[in-house]
Structure formats: C-alpha cells, structure tokens
C-alpha cells in the first residue's frame, strides 16, 4: 500500500505493506475489493462517482486501474460542495413550500379556513403540532390545534394568553421571543395537544397583519424530535408573514362583508304588499348579475292615517352601480323626509331638486310620484313625473292608457316644472310605473333591437284582471326574453292594482254594504 502526502495526513496508519481493511473505511475497502478480486466485501449499485466519508468530512473517489493490476484511489474532498447542495435543496423545498402556502392561504377569504390551513401546513412541514391563535376583544380565545398527520380543530378557550412567554407579546405584535428562552415545561395543558407526551421545544412567533397584528403562531416538537434551529425559526417566521397576510386580509374582507350588507338592507327595494286596501307589487334586476343594488329604486310610504292615499315612488339614477346607487339612497332618504307634503307631489320634486343640485353629485334623477287612495271599491291614483316615463293603466278591457303626466329630470337645472294628473282604477284595473331600462333592452332576434313603448303596452295589455305581483313577474320574464345574455341597464317596475271586490248585501236591509278583497 502506498500513498501520497496528503493521503497519510487522512489516513495515518496507512505504511507500505499494510493491509488496505486496517487502515480504510468499510466502504472504501468494499469498493477496491470489487474491483480486484470479488470477495466478502459488496458495494451497491450507485450512479455516479462513489462518496463515502473520513473523519467527518465527505470526499468523491474515483479508482484508476493501473497496468499490474493495482488500484489508484483518487480523494476528492466533497463536503463543501455537498453542503452547498443541501442547502439549494433545503432552499427550493421552502421556497416551493412558502410558494404553495401562499397559493392556499390566498385562495380563501374565510378567516376560520385560513386559520385551519395555517396550522395544518404548520403541523405537517415546521413541527409535530401547530396552534394557530386569533386575537380576541373577549376572555376567550380562538385557538386552532392541529397535529402532524391530523385534522385542524377549533376550540375558543378562556385563557390568559400573559401566562405563556411570549405569547402575550405575540399577539400584540412584539417580535417573537427565541425558543431557547421557553421552557418547554411551562406549556399549560391546553397548549399541548391530548396525546402529544413531552413537549422538547416550544417556537411562539407573530402572525403580522394589515396595520394590526393577525394573530399568533405556535409551533411544538416532541422531546425525542431535534430542537428548532435558528434557521428553522426564520423560516417560521417566513410562514407565519404569510399566514398572517392572508388571515389578515379575511378578517378585513369579513368586517367589509358585515358593513355592506347592512348598508345594502337600507338600498335594497323593499317588498311590496297590499295597504289600506290598495295591491302594491314591486320588481327589480340590476344592471349587472353580481350586483344587488344600482341606479333604479322604488318605495311605497304608508299614510300615517289609514285610509288615506299612500305615497309610491319610483325613479332612475343616471349611472350604473355602486356610485348610482349612493345618490339613490340620498334620493330615497330625502323623499322620506318630504312625506309631511306627500299631498303636494310637485312641490315635493322641487325641495328633492334643490337638494340635489347642493350636493357634491353632479348625477341626475328621472322620478314619478304616485298617491293611490282606496275609496270604495275603486282606487284614486294622483300621478306626476319628473322626465321619467309616463304610468301605463291597464283596464278591464285589455285596453292600456297613457297617463299624460310629464315633467323636467330632477338635478340638472334649478326651476324644473311638473304636472300632476288624476285616474281611477276599477276592481282589476292596475297602473304600472316602469323605468326605461325595460323599453331600452336590446335584444330580440337580431339582438339589436330596443323592447320599446309599444310592445310593452302589447304585452300589458294580455295582463288585464290579473294581480299586481302576476304583472311583474310578466314583465320581467318578457324582459329577461328579450335580452337572452346581453348587457343591460338597471330594470325597475312598481304595479298598483284595485283589487277584485266582492259585495256583501246589507243584513236585514238596515245597515250599509261593504266590500272585501
């Protein structure tokens, strides 16, 4: 056996004539024993060149065979390189990690699923078990647990979040303490997930959010599992940004939720009923599919008197959308403050256009009044319009009439001029208030042509004797027909309808008849 310098410095007792299976490991022995005489010694089959290690260090071997038959083993020291390799693997395997937990955590807007998924990635890629806690303005906690291979659970716990180190701290947003200064036997039993045993290491760390921390992140191993390292904190606190980003982003999305559905309830039209013994019916379809408010509206005010005239309303925005529908609810607001002069529709149209024209919108408003009164068996009906469409009657005939109220749009010049007319409406009779984003509609065969004036007063006029709330539904589905899938504008219809009487004679011919629905 001979060797070089170098050689002697890796194997010390390596001299000529000694035995190679004295002074070499197993594996080289095995190797050089392969390729000189097969003997008790195997070596695996490997791709690539043969690596094995000396003294803590990992060298690459490459065997020359010499002409004699002897061996010439080549040592190439290979721990740097290896190192370097394990670390761009370690590298790509978190960067994938933080990769797919964003991809996941991003994908739901629910606070709750977000905290499910935090601690099961958690609990499957950082440590044996994961907590996922959300801040709370009670005594109670939301606390997420989930074990390695298991299913997230939500518990809310009361407990005393200043009785765990850094937890506190956590959850006010303070940097995370390092998990060399938890005592894993401080744990509380809640903490410690039932069966997990000893707890060898505890990593608490902040789940920063939006302005406001998000939460907190706890990570626990078990005693027989290696500590967290200082880089396997960083890396949790990498997660954790994520994490805490997308529960942030769920807990604002939630809070945005609740204020729009309540703002929503006070936009949304109301439904419609009978009152003081007039059919009030109502319909409306936005402009876009997933919008439930826009730029129509309609109300119907109750008299504060009963049996006398209640007040409808029912107007267009100019605009679509969100913007549209601020100004309607302005709109809305300032008709109700006006209902002590329901009596004077015109004089109610120029208080709602002057306050419009001091306002900051620089929109406009088309708008028709209606009071509708049950005398007897028939219903009175007062009409005046502000630029809007002008009321169809439907009588009992099938014939439909035009109601020749007319006006000036309300919120574009300050004098506007209106005028009210009168009509009655039979038992059966109805009046419909429409807006024009149903003659507008396009659509049709060629898918180009407007509904328009006269088919809507065709297909009013099959509707004779029916109920209010039969008539819009008629309407509508002649609209949706008419469109099929293509835009529109905001489509809003009001029906008031004298319902169907029937006389009960008077008793014993001494008092007075009366009518009933």
Not at 56 to 64: A, K, L, M, Q
Not at 91 to 96: I, M, P
Not at 353 to 364: E, I, K, Q
Not at 397 to 415: C, K, R
């Amino acid at each position: 056996m001979r060797c070089n310098g170098s050689a002697r410095l890796l194997l010390p007792d390596a001299a000529p004539g000694a035995a190679l299976v004295d002074v070499a490991p197993a594996w080289l022995c095995a190797a050089h024993h392969t390729l000189t005489s097969p003997g008790p010694y195997a070596v695996p089959d490997t791709e690539g060149p043969l690596r094995g290690v000396f003294g803590g260090r990992r060298f690459e071997v490459h065997p020359t065979v010499r002409g004699d038959g002897s061996v010439a083993w080549w040592l190439v020291d290979d721990t740097d390189h290896q190192l370097a390799r394990e670390a761009l693997r370690m590298e790509r395997e978190r960067t994938a990690f933080l990769a797919k937990a964003s991809n996941v955590l991003l994908s739901s807007l629910n606070l709750g699923r977000c905290m499910d998924v935090t601690a099961q990635m958690a609990a499957e890629s950082l440590a044996d078990a994961a907590l996922a806690i959300a801040p709370s303005r009670s005594s109670r906690l939301p606390v997420v647990t989930c074990l390695r291979g298991g299913t997230p659970v939500l518990e809310d716990m009361s407990v005393d979040p200043d009785d765990v180190p850094g937890l506190g701290e956590a959850l006010r947003g303070f940097p995370p303490v390092p998990s060399r200064w938890i005592d894993p036997a401080v744990a509380p039993a809640w903490m410690v997930p039932e069966g997990f045993g000893p707890v060898g290491s505890i990593v608490i760390t902040p789940l920063p959010g939006h302005g406001m921390p998000a939460g907190a992140l706890v990570l626990l191993r078990k005693a027989e599992t290696a500590s967290f390292s200082a880089e396997e904190e960083i890396f949790a606190r990498l997660f954790a940004a994520r994490a805490g980003a997308a529960m942030s982003a769920a807990r604002l999305y939630a809070e945005q939720t609740a204020i729009t559905d309540v703002l929503m309830r006070e936009l949304l039209p109301p439904v419609l009923h009978q009152i003081s013994g007039v059919d009030f019916a109502g319909g409306y379809r936005p402009s876009a599919d997933h919008e439930r408010i826009g730029g129509d509206f309609y109300d119907v005010h109750p008299a504060t008197v009963e049996g006398e005239a209640s007040l409808v309303s029912l107007g267009d925005v100019c605009g679509k959308g969100l913007e549209a529908a601020v100004l309607t609810g302005k709109i809305r607001n300032t008709l109700h403050a006006l209902l002590p002069l329901a009596d004077d529709h015109q004089r109610m149209l120029r208080l709602l256009n002057t306050a419009l024209l001091s306002s900051h919108h620089t929109r406009f408003a088309t708008m028709v009044l209606a009071s509708a009164q049950r005398l007897g068996n028939t219903v009175d009906l007062k009409l005046t319009s502000g630029g809007h469409p002008s009321p169809l009657i439907i009588r009992a005939d099938g014939t439909v009439e035009v109601a020749s109220t007319h006006g000036t749009l309300i919120g574009a010049i300050p004098n506007i001029s209106t005028v009210t007319v009168t009509a009655s409406l039979a038992p059966g009779e109805s009046c419909v208030l429409y807006t024009d984003g149903i003659t507008e509609a396009k659509g049709g065969p060629m898918g180009d042509a407007l509904f328009g004036d006269e088919r809507l007063k065709r297909a009013l006029s099959g509707c004779a004797g029916m109920p209010a709330e039969g008539i819009v539904k008629h309407v509508q589905m002649l609209a949706a027909q008419w469109l099929g899938n293509r835009p529109h504008d905001d489509m809003a219809v009001v029906v008031i309808s004298a319902p169907r009487t029937h006389h009960l004679s008077a008793v014993n011919g001494h008092t007075r008849g009366r009518f009933t629905t």
